[in-house]
């Protein structure tokens, strides 16, 4: 019998890949390969796209409810995880996420990326926040072992939840091979069509309170004055909790029409305007790791 390994899989989603979801890939994909010897049984919340099965190694199982709220959250990893562990009876069960089940016997592996929510709770929604502080220290007297992405998380998740040091692995995020430089011309031409041809700064994420992104408005709305040199600011991101007080200080800005909002955008996107780039600004309040500053390195662009 091969080694089975059940995936919570659910940020698998095609052309909605964020932060957590793009780790999700970017692992699973190479631990699949590497592996396949293993039998990986990927659990989703809603209709997979065959991109997502990375070998014949892989057995897909949809779970209902689609968990995006903290209500279904409950439901689908403490209902519907445990009864569907029942029927599958791995060696293992790991999360990319970090959530778990707490009435499970499969031994868990989650990865905790950061504690960001314990420590500035403002910037996520009531319920949010109310769940991952009641749940989170859970999870992680749960978990057999702890994945994490930087001595920094693992110090904290070790002090916060009062967890031993060496109960708890760092395995440092990296950078997708598609970020590399672009040749001149190429990044003339990126810059022609995202702004019409001006140098630009770019922030990358969720517009999100965690990123800065309001203080990062007004150094830009301070350097504009200061520096009359026509570098635009790109924000590269989708949407999200707190965005009103983000857009209440864009429209008070003197140079708002140069600043850009990209919306969600594909990965292949984000690697021609980051690559394309002055310099990447990352000024967020709280990051376990931030893979986004890995990602400009490797393109050759300077990091503020």
């Known amino acids: ?156 998740i070790s002090r916060t939840y009062t967890i031993p040091e060496d109960k708890i692995d760092v395995c440092y995020n990296g950078a997708s091979d598609r970020f590399v430089p672009l040749p001149p011309d190429e990044q003339i031409r990126v810059q022609r069509i995202y702004t019409g041809g001006s140098p630009y700064f770019i922030m990358v994420g969720s517009l999100h309170p965690r990123k800065n992104i309001v203080t990062a408005l007004k150094a830009y709305e301070l350097f504009r004055r200061e520096n009359p040199s026509g570098i635009k600011l790109v924000l590269a991101g989708p949407a999200w909790f707190g965005k009103k007080e983000i857009f209440h200080t864009w429209k008070k800005m003197q140079y708002r029409t140069d600043v850009i909002f990209t919306g969600r955008i594909p990965a292949e996107t984000l690697h021609q305007l980051l690559a394309s780039s002055v310099a990447l600004l990352c000024i967020s309040h709280f990051e376990g790791f931030g893979i986004p500053l890995l990602e400009a390195m490797h393109c050759d662009v300077p990091v503020i």
């Open 1 to 156: 019998m091969p080694y089975r390994i059940a995936v919570n899989t659910r940020l698998l989603l095609p052309e909605k890949l964020d932060g957590t979801g793009i780790f999700t890939f970017e692992t699973l994909k190479r631990i699949v390969a590497w592996h396949p010897e293993c039998e990986f049984w990927f659990l989703f919340d809603r209709p997979f796209h065959k991109e997502f099965l990375f070998g014949p190694n892989i057995k897909p199982v949809v779970l209902p409810p689609p968990a995006r709220h903290p209500v279904l959250w409950h439901i689908w990893f403490q209902w519907m995880l445990p009864l569907a562990l029942r029927r599958i009876k791995p060696h293992l069960f790991f999360s990319p996420d970090g959530f778990l089940p707490l009435h499970t016997a499969t031994p868990c592996l989650p990865v905790i990326h950061d504690l960001n929510f314990e420590h500035r709770p403002q910037d996520l929604p009531f319920l949010t926040r109310t769940f991952y502080h009641h749940f989170f220290p859970r999870f992680a007297r749960k978990a057999a072992r702890i994945v994490t992405v930087s001595e920094y998380s693992r110090t904290d």
